[in-house]
């Protein structure tokens, strides 16, 4: 009884490793048989918002004074822009900053002194408008506030898409079928057949101007100093093959 006991159990121990071996080598031949590619969707666009902005300030030795003077300058400035045909609406100006300005007067003996220079009150204006060559056309001419009197400083415009969600979802698309192209003629010189989708994961979305070499980034990269753009993203596809 103890040797027909004993040979139930061996029996029962190789069919057991046997059945785990069958696995290991189906989950291997499982693994084996894919084809793993990366495909690339490209989308040339043009951006149809712009962010514009300036500053410009005043600098007083009465602060009542420089209050004035801003006023009339931010007066001249919203006129300006009116008259160029931006909407009242899209202006927006900022609270106003004040500070002290200081200057350092150096001595014979070595020694300076901190002489104040007056009150220095600053003030931004920006512009975000759909109609994009109008503003950056207004953004390269603001020389004319100068000539007004207005000490203002013009900040480089920033371009946007606001379409960014269905452009996205079109470059996915495009990426997933060129990736299926490219396995497909994998396969197809392999003499093999290609099968399902096993497994799908998106790469980063990148956005650059267009013709240019910019880096691209770990992280993403989003241009927003060109108003021609060009935006990229990739997919990882995983087919089985038979």
Known sequence: MKNIGAAIAIGLALVITAIIAVSGIKQRNDY????VVTGLGKKDFVSDLIVWSGS??????NLKEAYAKLDADREIIRKYFVEQGVKEAELVFSAVDISKDYEYEYLQNGNSNRVFRGYRLSQTVKIESK???KVENISREVTELINQGVEFNSNS???YYTGLSDLKLEMISAATKDGRLRAERIAENASATLGNLKEASMGVFQIIAQNSNEDYSWGGT??????KKTATITMRLEFAIR
């Not at 084996?32 to 084809?35: A, S, V």
């Not at 410009?56 to 030795?61: A, K, T, V």
């Not at 989003?222 to 108003?227: F, L, M, Q, V, W």
Request: proline letters at 5%.
């Open 32 to 35: 084996d048989d894919t084809i």
């Open 56 to 61: 410009f300030s005043r600098l007083e030795m």
């Open 131 to 133: 109609e994009v060559d």
């Open 157 to 159: 415009p920033q371009f």
């Open 222 to 227: 989003y241009n927003t100093y060109a108003k």
